[in-house]
């Protein structure tokens, strides 16, 4: 079906702008030449878009036989989106511009069994203090997304799988945060989220069927099939914490016990003990996650034999749960991520991929992360950008 004049003009828009966020600026010369638009099109097309608040004129070209031209970037101000990475111990919170630099940011701790005030303050107050941080109001922000452990179950509207996040499981929750906030409001899983980041900016760019198994404060999977997240009936794909595997006592009424088969044989929790029954020495002290992963990185530079026994053992257990993952999903390539795996660096990767090699059939590539400060909160703000961009760079209404 023909496009009218004004779709074509909304697609050609569209795709100068997805150029210049790719490239940086850019001159109407080489909008034409990687666009396919004649000069005079390519500059009614920038006319357009600066006369529009989309881009500005920005400095010009050099070091070039002939004139100097002039180049275009996408506006950074046009619009702001924000995100939210939420854990027992503390809201981390940021906003980004439409280009993606991260404008401001805040973090609002959150110690304790019982939150010290309501969730919807707690969230409020760190959104607060990073559109503060940036200058803005919240009136600016386009739109937030909001990444905390478990999922949302789009049926009931309560946080499932999460019962370590205190004050989160009210039925009402959602609508309090909506009446709070004047921008769109979307919940996302937060290894959900790291995939989203590592698959925009990292390690599984340009792949549509990856798993990333993500090992920090718990054990946890993201599932991205045919390019797109899958999340499940109830939001709890990927919760592989809870899978029965060999080699640990099989957990029942796993909800109650927070915990599975699989996070007892490979979760960061299970390091220290681990390393103590090797006979390791000088085991740190500390939450179980940073002394896991301090554990796994001495392993992985040292080269001691307990260290390189520590790694085996360690692989071994990643890959018996892995090889159920790739066994039913047959997926082209597995990220390891989180502070438990990425501590371990490519020694830690080749052991798990042999392994797996061993005992499953199908054979995709292991990865180690990229993207390593605060994975959640990028991939809720590449998130949030997405959305954003879609709506703001329609030029089509």
């Known amino acids: 079906m023909a496009g009218t004049p004004r ?19 850019l001159s109407r010369t080489r909008i034409g030449k990687l666009t396919g638009l004649s000069k005079p099109t390519a500059s009614q097309l920038l006319a357009r878009l600066e006369a529009s608040g989309l881009v500005l004129a920005t400095g010009t070209s050099e070091g070039r036989p002939g ?19 939420v854990t027992p111990e503390r809201v981390l919170a940021a906003v980004a511009d439409i280009t993606g ?3 401001g940011s805040f973090e609002l701790p959150t110690p304790g069994r019982r939150p010290a005030q309501p969730v919807v303050r707690q969230v409020t107050d760190a959104l607060d203090g990073a559109v503060k941080a940036a200058g803005l109001a919240r009136a600016d922000v386009h739109r937030l997304v909001i990444g905390t452990p478990g999922a949302f179950d789009p049926g009931t509207g309560r946080l499932r799988y999460a019962s370590h996040l205190p004050g989160w499981h009210t039925p009402t929750l959602l609508d309090e945060l909506a009446a709070a906030l004047p921008m769109p409001v979307e919940y996302e ?12 900016l990292g390690a599984a760019r340009g792949h549509e069927d990856f798993v990333l198994l993500w090992n920090e404060g718990g054990l946890g999977a993201a599932l991205v099939l045919g390019g797109r997240l899958h999340r499940g009936w109830t ?6 914490g809870f899978l029965p595997v060999p080699g640990a006592p099989l957990v029942r009424q796993v909800t109650k016990a927070n915990s599975g088969g699989y ?25 179980y996650a940073e002394v896991a992963a301090a554990l796994v990185e001495r392993a992985a530079t040292e080269d001691t034999v307990l260290g390189r026994l520590l790694l085996e053992t360690y692989a071994t257990r ?16 597995v990220v390891l991520s989180g502070a438990s795996l990425t501590a371990g660096g490519d020694t830690l990767r080749a052991l798990v991929q042999a392994e797996l090699e061993e005992l499953a059939a ?25 959305a954003t961009r879609d709506e703001v760079f329609d030029t089509s209404r």
Not at 235 to 240: F, I, K, L, Q, R
């Open 318 to 333: 990643l890959a018996t749960g892995l090889a159920s993952l790739v066994s039913v999903l047959d997926p082209e390539l």
């Open 189 to 200: 899983n937060d290894v959900n989220l790291v995939a989203v980041a590592e698959q925009r």
């Open 362 to 386: 199908s054979r995709p590539r292991l990865v180690v992360g990229a993207v390593h400060e605060h994975p959640v909160l990028r991939g809720a703000l590449e998130s949030a950008l997405a």
């Open 101 to 103: 630099r991260t404008v």
């Open 235 to 240: 939001g709890g794909a990927g919760e592989v």
């Open 67 to 85: 004139p100097n031209a002039q180049l275009y970037e996408v506006d950074p101000s046009a619009a702001y989106a924000a995100g939210l990475d």
């Open 263 to 287: 996070q007892e044989l490979a979760g960061s929790q299970a390091i220290p003990g681990l390393a103590r029954e090797l006979g390791m020495a000088d085991i740190p002290s500390g939450p």
């Open 7 to 25: 779709t074509l003009r909304a697609m050609n828009d569209r795709a100068a702008l997805d150029l210049l966020l790719e490239h940086g600026p």
